[in-house]
């Protein structure tokens, strides 16, 4: 009879209710007439007998009603369990998928079908998603896809779709690889529409610009006394070797060979003109972030000629230590010179207040072991506070009264964005040195 019982209650975990109960009548049938006396009969002889099968039955009833409501909630819960599933990838843009290399199977869930905007009738393919798959991405993806079955090794990339309408989603793809009951390779993944926060970033990038763009007119502002000087200059020039040259040709007595040189004079003047005025206008014009190849020391000579007036006005000895011969960089011109004006106005104004030793600005460019380039910005100013050292590169953080706490911060961001670092520099006597690296130009690189 236990046996009869443990039967009905695995009966009970694969069938309903009523189909259970059936089995149950059927067993007490079946023990009535093959195992009761008499046998091979469905009567009962003894009173005894017939209180084993009522009870008998109503046990299996009552189990089998457990069983099956223990199954009805169970199945109540996965329900629930995969709507939160799939509410909770929808609300965070994620969907999950298998893939059973060896079938090909791919299985995807109800957020990964929204994704890829494919309806849910249809059958998820590898040709489908590479024919979704934006046509630049479109190599890299089957590359990756194929390596990853190949070695059975995980992934995680990141990747583009063009949609029916044109638009275009970009996509983080991970999976790790398992294996099936059958010992056959299979990958469990997300996929995880990040179009949203492409957009973000982009529009961050775009405001960094902006900002950097009027921290450089804010910057061109307080060096205007430099920059007219850095103008008045060769126009001078042109001027005096225009008069020189009239009066060499004036008059009987003509000395052309001086009136030559006087051109020359005025030639060369002209280029300088020209020369300050396209730096002004490099420093102040919107333009999108170009990176080339530069020498480091070339940008610092250029600033420099932009705030020789300023350093003298301020009482300011300059004490410029080139290297020279240092590997080229590859960086925005026009940025780091925005860094190198912000620091060396940083420099002047913490040398405002000195009177007991001599405003001495170093900057020094050098190579740094074999895979860098280091240029340094000393002063003999105040120094920095340790109460805000932590701080003096945080946004909106400033000293001055007057000042927007943005120079020190856009000058990192826009070092990190070179693959560099902008950091200050433990001094042992007065002043500051702040100090930034960036990497050489790899052309090997970038012609691969």
Request: aromatic fraction near 6%.
């Amino acid at each position: 009879m236990c046996l009869y019982l443990i039967l009905i209650v695995f009966l009970s975990l694969r069938a309903s209710f009523l189909s259970s109960t059936i089995v149950s009548i059927v067993a007490i049938a079946c023990l009535d007439y093959f195992f009761v006396p008499p046998l091979f009969s469905f009567r009962v002889s003894d009173e005894s007998d017939t209180v084993a099968f009522i009870t008998f039955l109503i046990s299996a009833a009552v189990i089998t009603r457990l069983v099956s409501r223990v199954g009805v909630l169970m199945k109540e819960k996965l329900k629930q369990t995969e709507a939160y599933l799939s509410e909770a990838q929808q609300l965070s843009h994620t969907g999950s998928f298998g893939w059973k290399v060896a079938t090909g199977e791919i299985f995807w869930s109800e957020q990964t079908f929204r994704i890829f905007q494919l309806d849910r009738t249809d059958k998820p393919t590898i040709e489908f998603v590479l024919e979704r798959t934006h046509p630049d991405d479109a190599p890299f993806v089957r590359e990756t896809i194929e390596r990853a079955a190949r070695e059975g090794s995980d992934f995680d990339f990141e990747h583009r779709l063009l949609m029916p309408d044109r638009s275009i989603r970009h996509l983080r793809v991970a999976a790790h690889l398992n294996k099936d009951k059958a010992g056959e390779f299979e990958f469990i993944g997300s996929v995880m529409d990040i179009t949203e926060s492409k957009r973000v970033e982009e529009a961050l990038r775009q405001a960094r610009t902006e900002l950097a763009h009027v921290s450089r007119l804010t910057t061109m502002g307080e060096l205007t006394a430099s920059i007219a000087h850095e103008v008045n200059q060769p126009l001078t020039g042109i001027v005096m070797n225009g008069n020189a040259g009239l009066r060499w040709l004036a008059g009987e007595s003509r000395n052309l060979e001086e009136a030559r040189l006087a051109l020359e004079r005025i030639v060369r003047d002209g280029k300088r003109a020209g020369d300050v005025i396209a730096r002004i206008r490099a420093l102040v014009k919107k333009v999108e972030t170009f990176k080339e190849s530069l020498n480091i020391d070339e940008v610092i000579r250029e600033v420099i000629g932009l705030m020789r007036v300023e350093l003298q006005r301020n009482g300011v000895v300059l004490d410029l230590r080139l290297t020279g011969g240092l590997p080229a960089v590859r960086g925005d011109r026009v940025q780091l010179q925005q860094v190198m004006m912000n620091l060396i106005l940083n420099a002047i104004e913490a040398m405002n207040t000195v009177e007991d030793r001599t405003r001495k600005l170093v900057i020094h460019s050098r190579a740094v072991g074999d895979d860098e380039v280091s240029v340094e910005v000393e002063d003999s100013g105040i120094g920095i506070d340790p109460s805000g050292a932590d701080r003096i590169f945080d946004a909106l953080h400033t000293t001055k009264p007057e000042g927007l706490g943005m120079g020190l911060s856009i000058s990192r961001s826009i070092i990190e964005n070179h693959g560099g670092r902008l950091q200050a520099v433990t001094k042992s006597g007065p002043g500051a040195v702040f100090q930034f690296t960036l990497a050489p130009h790899d052309r090997s690189a970038e012609d691969a």
